[in-house]
């Protein structure tokens, strides 16, 4: 058995949590936005059109302006918003690893 390369974390069960806890919010942030980007582009363009299409933008029926550029605005606005919230959680995470690190290296052997 090998051992693990020098510049792996170190086996910390403080560490581990951490790490954990980043991954668990990371996948609620990608479901989260991933549940907010069917609404918008099957919920809205297709499955509610003929509701929406009550409603008009611009002489458009809402419905078919979801179907042709509310989705598509949708989407980009949701990458914005993905990009935002990982560098978030990157920071708070980090600042949290770097926090741990420190500890570990001021306790005495």
Do not use: H
């Not at 919920?43 to 302006?65: E, K, T």
Request: net charge positive.
């Amino acid at each position: 058995m090998s051992s693990p390369p020098k510049d792996s974390p170190p086996d910390n069960a403080r560490v581990r949590a951490a790490i954990d806890r980043y991954w668990r919010m990371n996948r609620l942030v990608v479901v989260v936005l991933l549940v907010l980007w069917a609404a918008v582009s099957l919920g809205c363009g297709v499955l509610f059109a003929d509701a929406l299409n009550q409603f008009s933008i611009g002489g458009c029926p809402l419905g078919f302006w979801f179907a042709q550029q509310g989705a598509i605005l949708g989407f980009v606005v949701l990458i914005f918003t993905y990009a935002v919230l990982m560098a978030q959680l990157d920071r708070r995470y980090r600042s949290e690893l770097a926090a741990i690190q420190n500890a570990d290296m001021e306790k005495p052997s």
